[in-house]
């Protein structure tokens, strides 16, 4: 801490003498100094970590009511939404609020890719939120398990046989995640553990994310350093007025889908109970995972990786590679973008491949809600081999031609030619 | 919040339309809040599933004189006693000044054959012992509470030891001779 | 650049929403139920007429075990009218004093009782097929409600000549196949409805598809009268957040 700062309530400087807390909010959430050029696309990671209080808060709820027993979960979940007071409700933000916590953290990860948000110094911020990426999707996919349904039951058979496709120990691994023989009893237990535990794992690595944006200072539009307090402002006022915009606009939205549309995210497969004899003539996992899901898919079957005479790996294990490095290869993004532009504003090139890179996955998205059939495997493959690509190729390839636009001096300089 | 946005020009009546804004808007903000909190308050109050176990209709046509049965209502014990002429005298001999929680026999039964209370002692929640033969009944005939030695009287009302009141009575009704409605 | 990613965005769920259908495209009649508007609720003579389909006809085979009886306080039917409709089924309870389980009339607070005691015992009795339990099939259906109704007019006397019935099939228009083994459980004068109305194939269909949509979406009229005043407030806190932070921001250059 630079500075204490004076408090008048008695209490309050008390206990800040001894345990800096309100200095520490004041310097970081009221005084700290904000790029005063961001636009509404840096609202999202405060709707993101909205969401996962109320994700948390109506989790705990409705774990007071649920029954994790295969005999009785699905029953207990529709006497949530039958019989437990204001139970649909609490119910419906949960679900619903799953899809919108990953429509908000893929808006800002799409941000934060548009305007180099993961360049140096912010490279373990950005590693951080990948991080965060891959524990929502295990939240969410355990949760999903829960009420068990076809799709919870089904989905939960397909991605935990994935671990099958690990050499040597891949069964087992298998048969210790399931605790018996096929997904049962000991499974949905285990799951429901978890998936109370994880958000809580979520919430210190969202801490440590938010601390570590807190040293570095948020990028900005212009991807330009900030040089003087001329280029920002603090952050109360300016940025919990600008935040509260997009906070209720997004509530709204949100709302809009609990009250009205309550399963238009879902899949009306999941309000049969799971039954272990018969799985659903076209098993989908949720919108959000739809792209890995293509990925996944996209490996011939008739792949081999085979060096001297050895067979490495086959196809359902590249696959499970592929799908993981799909997220994995984020990590490497620091490293892989030569370029010492950030913004995209200042990148002609770049930016044309950012809305490529933007289609690539919507497409992958829809590529994984279709039967694995005709043509829908070629522009799989095809969508999936541009994606590693954009990674692997682009970004390092693009650092080295492209010439960047020329760069404001400061973030002031854009707007006071505009003024002036 | 306001002094931060006041600049130099602003004028006074400017300023007091802003600092009303925003504190309306905080209001309305917080009012929201605190509609959001009550479905979840609410979640923990009784499901309607669990209210509608809230009643309960007994037969009583098997119960003799003398006999005693507990029922399960709201998960707590009811018991329903159909007394003895000497015990219903025993429970009317007493004189309601004597008692540590005052209440006449004849307030606590709507048929004096008939004692129903919730089998609950009054202290801190254990079950008195009494319900069935052989179990101690405690001085005054009634029940005895095993945790801190309460003992009941044969209109369920609390003479000796730490419990603070009597046992309570359930609501009920008589629907016909022989069955009742607790609840 | 935002209007880019909005019509991209809505071309994205789009595609999600239409992505489910497999195999051969089965295009349901769609009817304009009443219950499908923002500000619109179930119609309670209906969902009576509803019940008396369900249980004169469905109920033989199918089950709606999610929803009690005490539930039907929802149709406008009185705590008198509920416990002698529950009292038309019998239900295990037990064990008694000496050990026996016994059969009572059910109670309000009782789950409607199903046909058959368990899934095995449901087959035996038709074939092998297992008539499901109706409480969620609107939800568990795409388009659910269409899909009942549907499934309740679309039988045909005779099957088109390229389909081969299977034995003890019926061949249906809509259904998955075309090969259902149901029989045709409604036609013109199935029930004779108490308040007159008259019993039509459509209209019994209707009605007991308005009924099943209550079944399995109990708390929707209440949903959507909370959703209302929700957006209310929410459009009134935008505003008012809008106008804080142009107040906040009017003399910051950016």
Redesign the interface.
């Known amino acids: 801490m630079a500075t204490k700062t004076e408090f008048n309530n008695p209490v309050v400087r008390w206990v800040d003498e001894r345990l800096p807390v309100f200095t520490y909010l004041d310097h970081e959430y009221n005084q700290f100094p904000m790029p005063k050029n961001l636009n509404y696309w840096w609202n999202f990671g405060a709707l993101a970590s909205v969401v996962l209080v109320l994700m948390i808060?109506?989790g705990i709820?409705l774990a007071?009511?649920y029954t994790a027993h295969v005999s009785m979960a699905f029953e207990s979940v529709e006497?949530i939404m039958?019989?437990?007071?204001?139970?649909w409700?609490?119910r419906y933000i949960h679900m619903n609020g799953a899809s919108m916590f990953f429509i908000v953290v893929y808006i800002h990860v799409f941000r934060g890719l548009y305007f180099g948000s993961y360049k140096a110094p912010r490279e373990l911020l950005w590693m951080l939120g990948v991080v965060i990426i891959l524990l929502m999707m295990a939240t969410a996919f355990l949760g999903y398990v829960l009420p068990w349904g076809q799709m919870s039951f089904w989905g939960a058979t397909v991605i935990t046989n994935l671990f099958s496709a690990i050499p040597f120990v891949g069964d087992w691994i298998v048969t210790w995640l399931w605790g018996g023989f096929s997904v049962d009893n000991p499974t949905l237990n285990r799951f429901f553990a978890l998936h109370y535990l994880m958000p809580f794992i979520l919430f210190a690595v969202v801490g440590l994310h938010v601390v570590a944006v807190h040293i570095t200072g948020s990028n900005n539009p212009t991807g330009v350093d900030v040089q003087s307090p001329r280029d920002t402002v603090?952050f109360?006022?300016y940025f919990t007025a600008k935040d509260?915009v997009g906070l209720v606009l997004f509530l709204f939205v949100f709302a809009a889908f609990v009250f009205f549309a309550p399963n238009y995210f879902g899949e009306p497969d999941n309000y049969i109970k799971a039954n272990p004899l018969q799985t659903p003539p076209h098993i989908v996992p949720e919108w959000y995972f739809l792209p890995f899901y293509a990925i996944l898919r996209a490996v011939p079957d008739n792949f081999i990786g085979a060096w001297m005479g050895f067979t490495l790996i086959n196809a359902k294990l590249a696959g499970v590679i592929a799908m993981f490095g799909a997220t994995i290869v984020l990590f490497f993004l620091p490293w892989l973008d030569t370029s010492k532009v950030r913004s995209a504003r200042y990148r002609p090139v770049y930016k044309w491949f950012f809305w490529v890179f933007l289609a690539d996955c919507l497409l992958l998205g829809y590529i994984g809600s279709q039967p694995a059939e005709g043509a829908f495997i070629w522009i799989g493959r095809a969508a999936t081999a541009y994606y590693f690509a954009h990674f692997l190729i682009v970004f390092p390839v693009l650092g080295w031609f492209e010439t960047p636009k020329p760069l404001p001096t400061s973030i002031s300089e854009p707007v006071l030619k505009e003024n002036s | 919040?306001a002094d931060?946005?006041q600049?130099p020009e602003s004028d006074d009546d400017g300023t007091r339309r802003?600092e009303f804004?925003?504190l309306?808007?905080l209001g309305?903000?917080a009012v929201?809040a605190a509609?959001f909190a009550?479905?979840?308050i609410?979640?923990?109050?009784p499901?309607?599933?669990?209210l509608?176990?809230s009643s309960i209709e007994v037969d009583l046509s098997p119960i003799q004189e003398g006999q005693s049965v507990t029922v399960k209502w709201r998960g707590k014990p009811v018991f329903i006693r159909r007394r003895t002429s000497d015990e219903i005298a025993a429970a009317r001999a007493v004189k309601a000044g004597d008692l540590v929680d005052p209440q006449p026999d004849e307030e606590r039964v709507q048929q004096p054959e008939w004692l129903i209370l919730v089998g609950v002692c009054t202290h801190l929640g254990c079950i008195p012992l009494g319900q069935k033969s052989g179990e101690p009944t405690g001085d005054f005939g009634g029940w005895f509470c095993p945790c801190h030695g309460s003992h009941y009287d044969t209109s369920g009302r609390i003479r000796k030891g730490p419990a603070p009141k009597n046992l309570d009575v359930p609501n009920y009704v008589f629907l016909d001779d022989s069955t009742v409605r607790i609840g | 650049m935002r209007m880019k990613v909005l019509v991209i965005a809505a071309a994205f769920l789009a595609g999600i929403s239409s992505a489910q259908a497999s195999g051969e495209k089965i295009e349901l009649p769609q009817i304009d139920w009443s219950w499908k508007g923002p500000f619109s609720g179930f119609d309670k003579a209906q969902l009576q007429r509803g019940l008396q389909v369900y249980t004169e006809v469905c109920a033989t085979c199918h089950s709606l075990g999610l929803v009690?009886y005490?539930d039907l306080a929802d149709l406008g039917y009185g705590e008198e009218e509920i416990k002698a409709y529950a009292g038309n089924y019998e239900v295990q309870d037990g064990p008694d004093d000496e050990g026996e389980m016994y059969t009572r009339p059910a109670i309000?607070?009782d789950r409607f009782v199903a046909p058959f005691p368990n899934e095995n015992a449901a087959r035996a009795s038709n074939n092998g097929a297992y008539p499901p339990d109706l409480s969620l099939m609107v939800k568990a259906r795409k388009d659910g409600t269409n899909y009942l109704y549907a499934m309740m007019i679309g039988y045909a006397d005779e099957a088109p000549e390229d389909i081969q019935l299977m034995e003890g099939m019926n061949y249906h228009k809509y259904f998955a196949g075309h090969q259902i083994a149901m029989p045709q459980p409604l036609s013109d004068g199935v029930v004779e409805y108490t308040d007159g109305t008259e019993a039509t194939l459509d209209q019994q269909a209707k009605d007991v598809t308005a009924f099943l949509a209550w079944a399995a979406e109990p708390e929707l009229e209440e949903r959507k009268s909370l959703g209302i005043k929700v957006l209310l407030?929410?459009f009134?806190?935008f505003v008012?957040?809008v106008?804080?932070k142009k107040?906040?921001w009017?003399?910051i250059k950016h």
């Not at chain 1, 039958?82 to 139970?87: I, L, P, S, T």
């Not at chain 2, 499901?47 to 669990?50: G, L, T």
């Open positions: 808060v109506t709820m007071m009511q006497r039958r019989d437990v007071n204001y139970g409700l609490l603090s109360h006022p509260s | 919040m931060e946005v600049t802003r804004l925003y309306a808007t309305v903000g929201g509609a009550w479905p979840i609410d979640s923990m109050n499901a309607a599933d669990v509608a176990l | 009690a005490r309000p607070s407030f929410l009134v806190l008012m957040a106008a804080v107040a906040v009017r003399d």
